[in-house]
């Protein structure tokens, strides 16, 4: 097992007191497994994905631990996650196209990174990886400036995997990009993971359409907790969770006629995680909702691999 | 009806303006009432600027825009029949005021004879139109509402007006999937109602749900259009193909063959030709250009 | 967040309720009091020589007298009266001449901004005090308004500059084409959509232009190109400086028209960022 979380509550210190961003998350990562992470704005997904590997100066562990490859994990220690952070955890952030020092040439920006972590740059292997993701080996000679926005993006997928790191977060990196591009970017993150380059993945989106091509488990939050975790093909195919149900028939496809029939969405909002109700938290916008759901659901594992935390699973 | 003829826009760029770039290359359809026609391009397509020059926000270097064969000049007439909602409902709102004051405005232009009581009224019946409640977002800031109510609020503030034809220029791009298919079917009742929705997106699915017909746009061009169920169902053109087999799917996975990363060259001159009834394909050399997927 | 009362008083409700727009009335107000009514209890000329020369403060002359036996209580009042007629006439003047050009130049755009940004450029590398001078010693006119309105005409180009570029920015939002798009007029568009956008701003840029406004003209007073009667609190800091107040030990010179000029420049900064948070909606919540 590679990544461990268990019990995990991440609170964001606002003015108006602490929001309650992930309240008690607990999952893992297998080796070789891409986790697709998925859920609307406000869930916590990118938070999460934020806490495992560095927190800002609002953020605060509120509880919680993480584990990885045996070997604890220590979130709330700034300082201490130092000797983690790009050798052992890696993250591709949702702006990447801004996460390069624009005065350095790309080469020798990766040549400091690197001595910065007390390792030497190994040109061949940088060389053979530029090559994969189809980036000429000059880009090594100019600034960030002078890249598109894509080929920016595939240089710091790069970047941040050269140590070969145990896990890579991967944020909403394919959003702001064409369909066409979308896809090559999301192929070449599983390449990485065959060719062994990370060992897991959080691959975080709020598309569930996209994570279903790429990851082997889909774990969908609502309202800061987990509500549903399974591999890719059950959540798609056969979800348990109502949210789960309702946000997947919410999504239109190419290839199918919509003459007459429409979709539905979910009416209402997500609660506010500033003083979350208690039970369950999609309870007001459920339709399957009855008297039990006042208690908060606990997280089952209704088939081997398959967790859902609903009184009607 | 409101008729594209062979609108084009050219920007001047670099200093003093000396070179020149094509955002939109002679680009003709038309939108008539009671259908949605999707404008379906990715970044650089041209779809925004095309959607801009209808209301008028950006003037065309050339072609012509007709609303029912007379040419259109915007200006307060013309803004009572073609309205547009835009990408990012927050950035709709002046952020100092309450987000009533995108209705007032329209009082103020265009109804200032109408008793306060009876304005009241349109406004309760057009949110209605739009499904929401007049007492959640009346009197609200905007960053007190959710991107879903802004978007509506923003569609029942062109339906004080006597609208005939809508741009909807990116409208679910920054919803949540759970509140984007509201919106979509809120487009399908103002179709049903009779008037033309031009949806501009770069979502193919989305514009396969609710459109009768769609224009595929490559670098300015159009490279296909007709009824959906043709550019969908039997893609012609390379692009066209190219775009549908990236769009992420809950059926299927994606196919073997892998997507070039690589940028495509530019565009080669060429002719829109009638592959069949009102299906038109763009015929030149992309199938050397654009590297084959299947 | 308690209930908010009736939408009108909305903005004064917040307003009674935010500590640093009170605190910087507190400092003000009283000060504009003292500069309009003040000098009607003052009688006389406050340049007289009416006391014994640099005494410190007594009762008889609360703040003391200068070398030469002036009270400067007398001097302060009217000193300060002067200051505000100039920062408000000179700063006020800047800062209309500064949003004229700057929101044409940065909606309009194109050659209309290409021109304008000349004008501005020209205005802002032009030696501004030696002009001041060569007018001022040429034309010999030394009234306070005069003074003002030179002033004026040349310290706008830096407000100008940067009107323009919020405008710029500001003119891009969806909200303006929406506004356009409800058949609203430009020059509508700009003072009800755009400025109030940028309205602690515009507050902020006139502030700066008022203090910077005192300064010009507590310059121009030390030179002797200042109002030829009457006195200022520039003229009066200047004034300590060739009397060489501060190695003489002779605090009560400087220090009251020294902390009136900080005093007034200071409340205005800490008023402006309380009234930003009275009309940024987003920053009341917090």
Same mark, same amino acid.
């Not at chain 1, 090559?131 to 400036?145: F, G, H, K, N, T």
């Given at each position: 097992?590679?990544?461990?979380?268990?019990?995990?509550?991440?609170?964001?210190?606002?003015?108006?007191?602490?929001?309650?961003?992930?309240?008690?998350?607990?999952?893992?990562?297998?080796?070789?497994?891409?986790?697709?992470? !998925?859920?609307?704005?406000?869930?916590?997904?990118?938070?999460?994905?934020? %806490?495992?590997?560095?927190?800002?100066?609002?953020?605060?562990?509120?509880?919680?631990?993480?584990?990885?490859?045996?070997?604890?994990?220590?979130?709330?220690?700034?300082?201490?996650?130092?000797?983690?952070?790009?050798?052992?955890?890696?993250?591709? $952030?949702?702006?990447?196209? %801004?996460?390069?020092?624009?005065?350095?040439?790309?080469?020798?920006?990766?040549?400091?990174?690197?001595?910065?972590?007390?390792?030497?740059?190994?040109?061949? #292997?940088?060389?053979?990886?530029?090559?994969?993701?189809?980036?000429?080996? #000059?880009?090594?000679?100019?600034?960030?400036?002078?890249?598109?926005?894509?080929?920016?993006?595939?240089?710091?997928?790069?970047?941040?995997?050269?140590?070969?790191?145990?896990?890579?977060?991967?944020?909403?990196?394919?959003?702001?990009?064409?369909? %066409?591009?979308?896809?090559?970017? !999301?192929?070449?993150?599983?390449?990485?993971?065959?060719?062994?380059?990370?060992? %897991?993945?959080?691959?975080?989106?709020?598309?569930?359409?996209?994570?279903?091509?790429?990851?082997?488990?889909?774990?969908?939050?609502?309202?800061?907790?987990?509500?549903?975790?399974? $591999?890719?093909?059950?959540?798609?195919?056969?979800?348990?969770?109502?949210?789960?149900?309702?946000?997947?028939?919410?999504?239109?496809?190419?290839?199918?006629?919509?003459?007459?029939?429409?979709?539905?969405?979910?009416?209402?909002? $997500?609660?506010?995680?500033?003083?979350?109700? !208690?039970?369950?938290?999609?309870?007001?916008?459920?339709?399957? !909702?009855?008297?039990?759901?006042?208690?908060?659901?606990?997280?089952?594992?209704?088939?081997?691999?398959?967790?859902?935390?609903?009184?009607?699973? | 009806?409101?008729?594209?003829?062979?609108?084009?826009?050219?920007?001047?760029?670099?200093?003093? /303006?000396?070179?020149?770039?094509?955002?939109?290359?002679?680009?003709?359809?038309? @939108?008539?009432?009671?259908?949605?026609?999707?404008?379906?391009?990715?970044?650089?397509?041209?779809?925004?600027?095309?959607?801009?020059?209808?209301?008028?926000?950006?003037?065309?270097?050339?072609?012509?825009?007709?609303?029912? /064969?007379?040419?259109?000049?915007?200006?307060?007439? +013309?803004?009572?029949?073609?309205?547009?909602?835009?990408?990012?409902?927050?950035?709709?709102?002046?952020?100092?005021?309450?987000?009533?004051?995108?209705?007032?405005?329209?009082?103020?232009? +265009?109804?200032?004879?109408?008793?306060?009581?009876?304005?009241?009224?349109?406004?309760?019946?057009?949110?209605?139109?739009?499904?929401?409640?007049?007492?959640?977002?009346?009197?609200? +800031?905007?960053?007190?509402?959710?991107?879903?109510?802004?978007?509506?609020?923003?569609?029942?503030?062109?339906?004080?007006?006597?609208?005939?034809?809508?741009?909807?220029?990116?409208?679910?791009?920054?919803?949540?999937?759970?509140?984007?298919?509201?919106?979509?079917?809120?487009?399908?009742?103002?179709?049903?109602?009779?008037?033309?929705? @031009?949806?501009?997106?770069?979502?193919?699915?989305?514009?396969?749900?609710?459109?009768?017909?769609?224009?595929?746009?490559?670098?300015?061009?159009?490279?296909?259009?007709?009824?959906?169920?043709?550019?969908?169902?039997?893609?012609?053109?390379? +692009?066209?193909?190219?775009?549908?087999?990236?769009?992420?799917?809950?059926?299927?996975?994606?196919?073997?063959?892998?997507?070039?990363?690589?940028?495509?060259?530019?565009?080669?001159?060429?002719?829109?030709?009638?592959?069949?009834?009102?299906?038109?394909?763009?015929?030149?050399?992309?199938?050397?250009?654009?590297?084959?997927?299947? | 967040?308690?209930?908010?009362?009736?939408?009108?008083?909305?903005?004064?409700?917040?307003?009674?309720?935010?500590?640093?727009?009170?605190?910087?009335?507190?400092?003000?107000?009283?000060?504009?009091?003292?500069?309009?009514?003040?000098?009607?209890?003052?009688?006389?000329?406050?340049?007289?020589?009416?006391?014994?020369?640099?005494?410190?403060?007594?009762?008889?002359?609360?703040?003391?007298?200068?070398?030469?036996?002036?009270?400067?209580?007398?001097?302060?009042?009217?000193?300060?009266?002067?200051?505000?007629?100039?920062?408000?006439?000179?700063?006020?003047?800047?800062?209309?001449?500064?949003?004229?050009?700057?929101?044409? &130049?940065?909606?309009?755009?194109?050659?209309?901004?290409?021109?304008?940004?000349?004008?501005?450029?020209?205005?802002?590398?032009?030696? &501004?005090?030696?002009?001041?001078?060569?007018?001022?010693?040429?034309?010999?006119?030394?009234?306070?308004?005069?003074?003002?309105?030179?002033?004026?005409?040349?310290?706008?180009?830096?407000?100008?500059?940067?009107?323009? &570029?919020?405008?710029?920015?500001?003119?891009?939002?969806?909200?303006?084409?929406?506004?356009?798009?409800?058949?609203?007029?430009?020059?509508?568009?700009?003072?009800?959509?755009?400025?109030?956008?940028?309205?602690?701003?515009?507050?902020?840029?006139?502030?700066?232009?008022?203090?910077?406004?005192?300064?010009?003209?507590?310059?121009?007073?030390?030179?002797?190109?200042?109002?030829?009667?009457?006195?200022?609190?520039?003229?009066?800091?200047?004034?300590?400086?060739?009397?060489?107040?501060?190695?003489?030990?002779?605090?009560?010179?400087?220090?009251?028209?020294?902390?009136?000029?900080?005093?007034?420049?200071?409340?205005?900064?800490?008023?402006?960022?309380?009234?930003?948070?009275?009309?940024?909606?987003?920053?009341?919540?917090?």
């Amino acid at each position: 097992m590679t990544l461990r979380v268990d019990d995990l509550r991440v609170h964001y210190r606002t003015l108006r007191g602490e929001v309650k961003a992930i309240d008690g998350v607990t999952f893992d990562v297998g080796d070789g497994e891409i986790l697709g992470l !998925a859920g609307e704005s406000g869930c916590g997904k990118t938070t999460l994905g934020k %806490s495992l590997i560095r927190m800002d100066g609002r953020m605060r562990l509120a509880g919680g631990a993480a584990e990885l490859d045996g070997e604890e994990l220590p979130i709330g220690d700034d300082h201490r996650m130092n000797p983690f952070r790009f050798t052992k955890v890696s993250i591709i $952030p949702q702006y990447s196209m %801004s996460a390069m020092n624009p005065t350095r040439r790309i080469g020798r920006m990766v040549a400091e990174l690197l001595r910065s972590r007390g390792r030497q740059l190994d040109t061949d #292997e940088l060389g053979r990886r530029l090559d994969l993701v189809e980036l000429p080996r #000059e880009v090594l000679q100019r600034y960030p400036i002078e890249l598109s926005g894509g080929m920016k993006q595939r240089m710091v997928m790069v970047i941040s995997t050269l140590l070969d790191p145990s896990l890579l977060i991967a944020d909403e990196i394919t959003s702001a990009l064409d369909v %066409s591009t979308q896809k090559a970017v !999301a192929r070449t993150l599983v390449e990485f993971r065959d060719r062994g380059f990370v060992r %897991s993945m959080i691959f975080i989106t709020h598309d569930i359409s996209l994570t279903y091509q790429i990851a082997d488990t889909i774990m969908v939050m609502y309202a800061g907790k987990l509500a549903e975790k399974a $591999p890719a093909g059950v959540i798609v195919g056969e979800p348990r969770h109502p949210y789960t149900r309702l946000l997947i028939s919410s999504l239109p496809e190419v290839g199918v006629r919509y003459t007459d029939r429409r979709l539905a969405g979910i009416p209402g909002e $997500p609660p506010s995680l500033l003083d979350p109700p !208690a039970g369950c938290r999609f309870r007001d916008r459920c339709p399957l !909702a009855f008297d039990k759901c006042a208690e908060e659901p606990p997280v089952v594992e209704v088939e081997p691999g398959h967790h859902v935390a609903c009184w009607k699973a | 009806m409101l008729r594209l003829d062979g609108i084009t826009k050219i920007y001047k760029v670099g200093a003093f /303006g000396g070179r020149t770039m094509t955002a939109v290359d002679d680009v003709s359809f038309d @939108l008539r009432p009671g259908e949605v026609v999707s404008l379906i391009g990715e970044s650089g397509s041209g779809k925004t600027t095309i959607g801009r020059m209808i209301l008028g926000l950006t003037s065309p270097s050339g072609g012509s825009i007709t609303l029912d /064969g007379a040419r259109v000049t915007p200006g307060k007439a +013309y803004y009572r029949h073609v309205q547009g909602v835009f990408q990012d409902p927050f950035s709709c709102y002046n952020p100092v005021f309450k987000v009533d004051r995108v209705l007032q405005m329209i009082k103020n232009e +265009y109804f200032p004879g109408v008793a306060a009581s009876e304005w009241e009224g349109r406004i309760t019946e057009s949110l209605k139109e739009v499904r929401l409640n007049p007492g959640q977002v009346l009197g609200k +800031y905007p960053h007190q509402l959710s991107g879903g109510q802004l978007q509506r609020l923003l569609i029942a503030r062109a339906l004080l007006l006597d609208l005939r034809f809508l741009v909807a220029d990116e409208i679910t791009s920054m919803l949540d999937a759970s509140t984007r298919i509201d919106v979509l079917n809120l487009l399908a009742d103002l179709k049903s109602r009779g008037l033309g929705v @031009l949806f501009v997106t770069h979502d193919l699915s989305l514009g396969n749900y609710i459109s009768e017909r769609a224009v595929v746009l490559y670098r300015g061009q159009v490279v296909e259009s007709g009824p959906t169920e043709m550019v969908f169902g039997n893609p012609l053109h390379p +692009y066209t193909i190219k775009l549908l087999s990236s769009v992420p799917q809950l059926t299927t996975k994606w196919d073997g063959a892998s997507a070039t990363l690589r940028d495509d060259g530019p565009a080669a001159p060429s002719t829109l030709v009638e592959a069949e009834p009102g299906h038109l394909v763009r015929q030149d050399d992309a199938p050397t250009r654009l590297r084959s997927v299947s | 967040m308690t209930a908010v009362p009736a939408r009108r008083h909305e903005g004064l409700y917040f307003a009674i309720r935010n500590g640093k727009l009170l605190a910087g009335l507190v400092v003000l107000v009283p000060l504009i009091v003292l500069a309009v009514a003040g000098p009607m209890f003052v009688e006389g000329d406050p340049n007289a020589y009416v006391g014994i020369p640099a005494s410190s403060p007594s009762a008889e002359h609360w703040f003391g007298t200068t070398m030469f036996g002036q009270d400067i209580f007398a001097q302060f009042l009217y000193g300060m009266r002067v200051t505000f007629v100039v920062g408000l006439l000179g700063g006020g003047l800047a800062a209309i001449i500064g949003m004229v050009i700057g929101f044409t &130049a940065g909606y309009r755009g194109g050659l209309v901004d290409e021109v304008l940004n000349m004008l501005t450029n020209i205005v802002l590398v032009l030696p &501004a005090l030696a002009v001041l001078l060569i007018v001022n010693a040429y034309l010999g006119i030394r009234s306070v308004g005069v003074q003002a309105l030179f002033i004026g005409l040349t310290s706008w180009p830096w407000a100008a500059r940067a009107i323009r &570029a919020q405008t710029f920015s500001l003119r891009s939002r969806d909200f303006v084409d929406l506004a356009r798009l409800s058949g609203v007029r430009t020059w509508k568009i700009i003072v009800r959509e755009i400025a109030p956008n940028m309205s602690s701003y515009l507050f902020m840029t006139f502030i700066l232009l008022f203090g910077g406004s005192i300064l010009i003209a507590a310059s121009l007073d030390f030179i002797g190109l200042g109002p030829s009667q009457g006195v200022s609190l520039g003229l009066m800091l200047n004034n300590a400086a060739r009397w060489s107040a501060l190695h003489l030990g002779m605090w009560w010179w400087f220090v009251p028209p020294g902390a009136g000029i900080t005093a007034i420049v200071g409340a205005l900064y800490v008023t402006n960022v309380g009234l930003d948070e009275v009309f940024n909606p987003k920053l009341r919540e917090l």
